[in-house]
């Protein structure tokens, strides 16, 4: 009776991990595979698949447009980097005790809970060079009217500030959370040999937030490799495709050119660098944890 119960109890946590698993498996892991096998064909969605090989590849190497998607997300990847450490000067400025502060906190919550594609909406308007507030603003300054979503030099720019407002928000609520589970005996141990200001932020706070800035910048990487919305809702690629994304230009090929495998294909490579990126960071943060 006894060796049942034990064994019962080895079974346990594999039957309650196994729906999770399962869904994982059919949502997850079998669409990459998927994906992975339909980039070596050719089709168009309805018709038979013909198998090409690595021509899919090849051709994607020597398209100018994918070029241009790939430097658009090297953009989006490093001015989103932005986000984690403003939403943790936000996340500092916010974690006091004041009348009100709830109010001013549900404020900068805001961007995170609305739709991508609302936002998309509000930033258009606001580039707007007829009567958006942006061009009015620089106008005080003097300088003329600048249409930044019909520019090619500054739309992909202008929608990367668009995406920072929620991501900002994103980051702002991780480190909230962080700082309000630090571990109170260290900060006060910390007080007591003098440590504040940068000291305390530095040697004793940032440490114990290790976890928030792990999935900050995991989120955040992911974020900006994905890219599509904003994309979508505020230019479709344009100006002349000077605005696109590998997402975007993924969904371009598949579905307005009919050519699945060439779709599959440039989300292979775009799971590819999202791979090797968060495999890098997550070597370097157990690495840097060892030492």
């Known amino acids: 009776m006894q060796k049942l119960h034990s064994r019962q109890q080895q079974w346990m946590p594999a039957l309650f991990l196994a729906p999770a ?3 994982f498996v059919v949502y997850v ?3 990459i595979l998927q994906s992975i096998w339909l980039s070596f064909y ?3 969605g309805i018709g038979e698949k013909t198998f090409v090989g690595l021509s ?8 100018y447009q994918f070029w241009v998607a790939l430097k658009n997300n090297l953009y989006w990847m490093v001015f989103f980097m932005l986000a984690p450490p403003i939403g943790l000067a936000i996340a500092l400025f916010l974690n006091q005790k004041v009348m009100g502060i709830r109010l001013v906190k549900s404020m900068f919550f805001f961007p995170f809970v609305i739709s991508q594609v609302v936002v998309g909406l509000v930033f258009s308007w606001f580039y707007d060079p007829s009567f958006g507030l942006f061009n009015k603003a620089i106008g ?3 300088v003329e009217p600048v ?3 019909s520019d090619e030099n500054w739309v992909t720019f202008g929608i990367i500030v668009a995406g920072l407002w929620p991501q900002i928000a994103y980051c702002m609520i991780l480190y909230l959370t962080g700082l309000n589970n630090l571990n109170p005996d ?3 141990a910390a007080r007591l040999d003098g440590a504040h200001g940068w000291k305390m932020l530095r040697h004793v706070i940032l440490p114990q937030l290790k976890p928030a800035t792990f999935i900050a910048i995991v989120v955040t990487v992911i974020g900006a490799l994905r890219s599509f919305d904003l994309v979508a809702t505020m230019t479709s690629g344009g100006p002349f495709g000077s605005s696109s994304v590998l997402a975007y230009f993924m969904y371009e090929q598949s579905i307005f050119n009919y050519r699945a495998g060439y779709g599959a294909a440039i989300a292979t490579v775009l799971f590819l660098i999202m791979d090797i990126y968060i495999a890098y960071f997550l070597w370097r943060m157990l690495k840097s944890e060892k030492a």
């Open 21 to 23: 698993v399962i869904m």
């Open 186 to 188: 260290q900060i006060e």
């Open 140 to 142: 005080l300054f003097g």
């Open 56 to 63: 899919n590849y090849v051709e994607l190497f020597d398209d």
């Open 42 to 44: 050719e089709w168009d």
């Open 29 to 31: 892991i079998f669409p």
């Open 147 to 149: 249409a930044v979503l």
